[in-house]
């Protein structure tokens, strides 16, 4: 299960960047670009996702 939470978390932390670059406007194309609701979300995302990865890393292989 580990390796699924560190995938996991990987995804969380490439698409919370995404989202903070759309939300502040830094990747065009999108209805979320310049969209202060993303830039706040995406860190949150990508925090979560960090967390995910270091719980899953620290935990004892049974």
Same mark, same amino acid.
Do not use: D, K, N
């Given at each position: =299960?580990?390796?699924?939470?560190?995938?996991? *978390?990987?995804?969380?932390?490439? =698409? $919370?960047?995404?989202?903070?670059?759309? *939300?502040? $406007?830094?990747?065009? *194309?999108?209805? =979320?670009? *310049?969209?202060?609701?993303?830039?706040i979300l995406g860190p949150l995302v990508a925090g979560l996702g960090v967390a995910l990865i270091v719980v899953?890393?620290?935990?004892?292989?049974?």
């Amino acid at each position: =299960m580990r390796p699924l939470f560190v995938a996991l *978390g990987a995804v969380m932390v490439l =698409m $919370g960047a995404v989202w903070t670059a759309q *939300g502040l $406007g830094y990747l065009t *194309g999108s209805a =979320m670009t *310049g969209e202060s609701t993303w830039a706040i979300l995406g860190p949150l995302v990508a925090g979560l996702g960090v967390a995910l990865i270091v719980v899953a890393a620290r935990r004892r292989q049974r």
